[in-house]
């Protein structure tokens, strides 16, 4: 038998001026033998948490019904093309978060650390903070062996490790939601420029003289890679060059939307390696850090990745849909009902954040299916009903392809949702015994 598909290892990358360019995942990358067995390459896993501060208010996010026949609340309305994916989960607690005697007032500092990682934050505002390991961090061990990147941590607002944010809580535990170990937090990126950066690499500086004169000259990352990429993609399959032009498109865009940003931006950029980009308006913004993410997963470059939509104690505002008054200010609601009637309103928009993510991820071609065949997405908040704090039946919305049976709204009777966590690392393949309290994995099929 003569086999004469054209093989590219695995690991190749484009570069040119400084720049290294991971590719997506192509059919040529299998092995040429493995032609005649496609269907028995090994698919990749990938798994994101998406993460929203200060809960929402009861009876405005849990459906009616439970089984497939349910209603679609206001906040979940925006995920109604993925319903037949979403797996929907009530009457689940954040255990961990609980205030215990003694703690402090503040309840925020308890919130993300107990979601995450299934254990009862410190109470601390020095640097003798303490918690787990996060259900990221964990998946990471396992589906990071083989990419560039263990994980991707990334936020949209600034962070700061300094000092008090929450009353008797150190800011580390409103800043992060990822945990290597107990006493080593994660960082997380808020800067999209840094992200792209971090992601495939770039020699420029900030000073704006420079960086002017450098864009003019490169006009775009990727121009010094181009011939090298038309080159590698001679010979190869229809469905590879559609797949290599799909995602060259994709950097370009992103570059281009990075440029756009960074020339509205009115911030003063300080001269540094890794210029920063921050789009004006929390759309723009979101969607960028989403894009990032997507481009991340088609190299391949990551299989796990944590996003920080919203953040304990974010004060954000949101113009865009009417709401001024700012996030944390809404969530301490008093069953006031225009209080409640913007918080909805923000949990929509969150919720269409989210939507937009899968949107893009059942878009782009992986394998034998899509990105979104192959990953599953958690999103969720530590808190059920911010007004008072309490870590009791807290949203949690999960979608999948092939790993998850979606379509359901199911209700449990005070579910730990470390136990969430395990089922999901299992199946993803990733053999913990443990999350935090977690020790009795729940069905999710």
């Given at each position: 038998?003569?086999?004469?598909?054209?093989?590219?290892?695995?690991?190749?990358?484009?570069?040119?001026?400084?720049?290294?360019?991971?590719?997506?995942?192509?059919?040529?990358?299998?092995?040429?033998?493995?032609?005649?067995?496609?269907?028995?390459?090994?698919?990749?896993?990938?798994?994101?948490?998406?993460?929203?501060?200060?809960?929402?208010?009861?009876?405005?996010?849990?459906?009616?019904?439970?089984?497939?026949?349910?209603?679609?609340?206001?906040?979940?309305?925006p995920?109604?093309?993925?319903?037949?994916?979403?797996?929907?989960?009530?009457?689940?607690?954040?255990?961990?978060?609980?205030?215990r005697?003694?703690?402090?007032?503040?309840?925020?500092?308890?919130?993300?650390?107990?979601?995450?990682c299934?254990?009862?934050?410190?109470?601390?505002?020095?640097?003798?903070?303490?918690?787990?390991?996060?259900?990221?961090?964990?998946?990471?061990?396992?589906?990071?062996?083989?990419?560039?990147?263990?994980?991707?941590?990334?936020?949209?607002?600034?962070?700061?490790?300094?000092?008090?944010?929450?009353?008797?809580?150190?800011?580390?535990?409103?800043?992060?939601?990822?945990?290597?170990?107990?006493?080593?937090?994660?960082?997380?990126?808020?800067n999209?420029?840094?992200?792209?950066?971090?992601?495939?690499?770039?020699?420029?500086?900030?000073?704006?003289?420079?960086?002017?004169k450098?864009?003019?000259?490169?006009?775009?990352?990727?121009?010094?890679?181009?011939?090298?990429?038309?080159?590698?993609?001679?010979?190869?399959?229809?469905?590879?060059?559609?797949?290599?032009?799909?995602?060259?498109?994709?950097?370009?865009?992103?570059?281009?939307?990075?440029?756009?940003?960074?020339?509205?931006?009115?911030?003063?950029?300080?001269?540094?390696?890794?210029?920063?980009?921050?789009p004006q308006?929390?759309?723009?913004?979101?969607?960028?850090?989403?894009?990032?993410?997507?481009?991340?997963?088609?190299?391949?470059?990551t299989?796990?990745?944590?996003?920080?939509?919203?953040?304990?104690?974010?004060?954000?505002?949101?113009?865009?849909?009417g709401?001024?008054?700012?996030?944390?200010?809404?969530?301490?609601?008093?069953?006031?009902?225009?209080?409640?009637s913007m918080?909805?309103?923000?949990?929509?928009?969150?919720?269409?954040?989210?939507a937009?993510f899968?949107?893009?991820?059942?878009?782009?071609?992986?394998?034998?299916?899509?990105?979104?065949?192959?990953?599953?997405?958690?999103?969720?908040?530590?808190?059920?009903?911010?007004?008072?704090?309490d870590?009791?039946?807290?949203?949690?919305?999960?979608?999948?392809g092939?790993?998850?049976?979606?379509?359901?709204?199911?209700?449990?009777?005070?579910?730990?949702?470390?136990?969430?966590?395990?089922?999901?690392?299992h199946?993803?393949?990733?053999?913990?015994?443990s999350?935090?309290?977690?020790?009795?994995?729940?069905?999710?099929?």
């Amino acid at each position: 038998m003569i086999i004469t598909k054209k093989a590219i290892p695995r690991r190749t990358v484009l570069r040119g001026l400084g720049t290294t360019l991971a590719l997506p995942l192509l059919e040529s990358m299998v092995p040429a033998l493995s032609a005649i067995a496609k269907t028995d390459a090994k698919v990749a896993r990938r798994f994101s948490v998406v993460y929203v501060a200060h809960g929402y208010a009861p009876g405005f996010w849990t459906p009616k019904g439970t089984g497939a026949d349910y209603e679609l609340t206001m906040p979940l309305q925006p995920l109604a093309k993925f319903r037949d994916r979403m797996l929907l989960l009530s009457g689940v607690d954040n255990t961990a978060a609980l205030q215990r005697p003694g703690d402090p007032r503040g309840g925020h500092g308890r919130m993300a650390p107990a979601f995450m990682c299934g254990v009862h934050a410190k109470p601390t505002q020095g640097a003798d903070f303490q918690a787990g390991v996060s259900v990221d961090q964990i998946a990471a061990q396992h589906l990071g062996k083989e990419t560039q990147l263990p994980s991707l941590q990334l936020s949209l607002e600034p962070v700061d490790f300094s000092g008090s944010c929450d009353s008797g809580y150190s800011c580390v535990y409103t800043n992060t939601l990822c945990w290597r170990g107990p006493t080593m937090p994660l960082p997380m990126e808020d800067n999209p420029r840094a992200v792209f950066e971090r992601l495939f690499g770039d020699s420029g500086t900030t000073e704006g003289r420079l960086r002017a004169k450098r864009i003019r000259e490169k006009r775009s990352i990727l121009d010094s890679v181009l011939d090298k990429a038309r080159t590698l993609s001679e010979g190869t399959s229809a469905s590879d060059r559609r797949l290599f032009d799909e995602y060259l498109q994709s950097i370009r865009d992103v570059e281009r939307r990075l440029e756009t940003a960074e020339a509205q931006s009115s911030r003063e950029l300080p001269v540094v390696a890794q210029p920063a980009a921050v789009p004006q308006t929390f759309p723009e913004y979101a969607k960028l850090m989403l894009d990032l993410q997507i481009l991340a997963y088609q190299a391949d470059l990551t299989r796990v990745s944590t996003f920080m939509l919203a953040k304990e104690l974010s004060g954000r505002t949101y113009p865009e849909i009417g709401v001024a008054e700012g996030h944390h200010a809404l969530s301490h609601h008093g069953d006031m009902e225009d209080k409640l009637s913007m918080l909805t309103k923000v949990n929509a928009h969150h919720t269409s954040m989210l939507a937009y993510f899968l949107d893009r991820l059942q878009s782009i071609p992986d394998g034998e299916g899509t990105l979104l065949d192959h990953s599953v997405v958690l999103y969720g908040s530590g808190h059920g009903d911010p007004n008072k704090h309490d870590p009791i039946n807290v949203p949690l919305a999960i979608f999948g392809g092939d790993l998850i049976k979606g379509g359901r709204h199911v209700h449990h009777d005070h579910q730990h949702v470390a136990n969430v966590h395990l089922a999901l690392l299992h199946t993803l393949g990733v053999p913990a015994e443990s999350v935090g309290d977690g020790n009795a994995a729940i069905s999710l099929t």
